[in-house]
């Protein structure tokens, strides 16, 4: 069967220096693959260079089985999809007018999350960042994308909607043979979902496995966080 993604040997990083290095990093359709790994490990810029928005410095990225080196709009036409931290709805606009202009349907993504019937004309922007996350997800899925990316869905959420997003995020990859790559702090939280875990430590991949083999490496997961250098650099504008 072939991969959803594979990275060969991926380095990347910001301004021609390689931050992460040497990748192999597979999520295969109806997976959930999680990137772990403690501050300024790597994980956005491992999701950057996945999805084009970062240059492949070495290496490769090849997404449903061709080599691309393409920018982020022309993967996003095969089937890519990404999810961050920022909430990416218009939040003048009524969680009705959100699915309109991202030309989903609206049956479908509340048929995902029915607790948005409620809300369909109220302005996205006086919605909890939950419920607004719950838009943009909603959103990702119903476009049902081949390989879905998410960053930091859970920034800032209660524990029991971080829950109720990250169990959407499981079903839709069953249901729906979408390949996910989860970048999640909340690390019981990814393990609970993810069926492979990728760990990063200072750019490389530091440990991997299925998830309930990881669970039990808790030690060296926790190595893993706590021998990680401090980010180096300040976070700057992207040099994209
Ligand atoms: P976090 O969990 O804190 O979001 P992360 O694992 O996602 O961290 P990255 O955001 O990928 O880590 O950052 C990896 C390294 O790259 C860090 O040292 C960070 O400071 C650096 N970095 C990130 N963005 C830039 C940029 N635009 N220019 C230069 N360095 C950057």
């Not at 060969?8 to 772990?36: M, Q």
């Not at 492979?196 to 190595?223: F, N």
Request: net charge neutral.
């Amino acid at each position: 069967m072939t991969a959803v993604l594979e990275t060969k040997d991926l380095s990347s990083g910001y301004h021609g220096h390689p931050f992460v290095r040497d990748l192999n990093i597979t999520v295969e359709a109806g997976e959930v693959v999680a990137l772990l790994g403690p501050n300024g490990a790597g994980k956005t810029t491992t999701l950057l260079a996945v999805s084009g928005e970062l240059r492949a410095l070495s290496g490769e990225v090849h997404f449903l089985g061709n080599k691309r080196v393409d920018p982020l709009h022309k993967r996003a036409a095969d089937g890519l999809a990404f999810v961050t931290e920022e909430r990416s709805v218009f939040m003048q606009m009524t969680t009705a007018e959100n699915f309109r202009v991202g030309r989903v349907d609206a049956d479908e993504c509340l048929a995902i999350f029915p607790e948005l019937r409620k809300l369909m004309n109220r302005p996205a922007g006086l919605l909890s960042g939950g419920e607004q996350q719950m838009v943009t997800l909603a959103r990702a899925i119903t476009r049902k994308p081949k390989l879905l990316l998410i960053d930091e869905l859970s920034l800032g959420l209660a524990p029991l909607v971080v829950k109720r997003l990250l169990q959407v995020v499981r079903s839709a990859a069953k249901d729906n043979g979408i390949g996910v790559l989860l970048v999640e702090q909340k690390v019981e939280s990814a393990l609970a979902v993810a069926d492979r875990v990728y760990v990063l430590r200072d750019g490389k991949v530091a440990l991997q496995g299925p998830s309930d083999e990881v669970k039990t490496r808790v030690r060296e997961l926790e190595e893993s966080y706590l021998s990680a250098r401090p980010a180096r650099h300040p976070r700057i504008e992207r040099d994209l």
